[in-house]
């Protein structure tokens, strides 16, 4: 186990060297935010992902993304808004959104069976 987490903390030192070079690398941007995923550092999944959205403007998994990270750092009205927002851009994975643990903590919020009707 300690192996793995050492070469997780590696990759990590090493993407965010490349990101210091070149901070529009955005499959780099992608491997890092797993990577804090993984290391369960929500606050720096949803810097990045903020900055993956930003590049991909109006791309639907992005704002999927987004609506995961605030829902798993406790931020209701923003994690609603976002998927909210996903949806709206075509993101229809209806059984994906119900199977994700990401979303467990929106998904006990009264709104959330609206949320689902909105998936065409």
Do not use: T, W
Request: net charge positive; proline share 2%.
């Amino acid at each position: 186990m300690k192996q793995i987490n050492k070469r997780i903390l590696e990759r990590k030192d090493f993407y965010k060297k490349l990101i210091k070079r070149k901070p529009d690398f955005v499959e780099v941007l992608f491997q890092l935010s797993h990577i804090y995923i993984s290391l369960k550092d929500y606050k720096n999944v949803l810097k990045i992902d903020k900055k993956i959205g930003e590049m991909l403007n109006l791309d639907p998994v992005s704002y999927y993304n987004l609506a995961c990270d605030y829902s798993l750092l406790g931020d209701i009205e923003k994690a609603e808004k976002n998927l909210k927002i996903a949806i709206s851009l075509g993101f229809n994975k209806k059984s994906y959104i119900k199977k994700d643990k990401d979303l467990d903590f929106l998904k006990k919020n009264k709104n959330f069976k609206d949320i689902e009707k909105l998936i065409k």
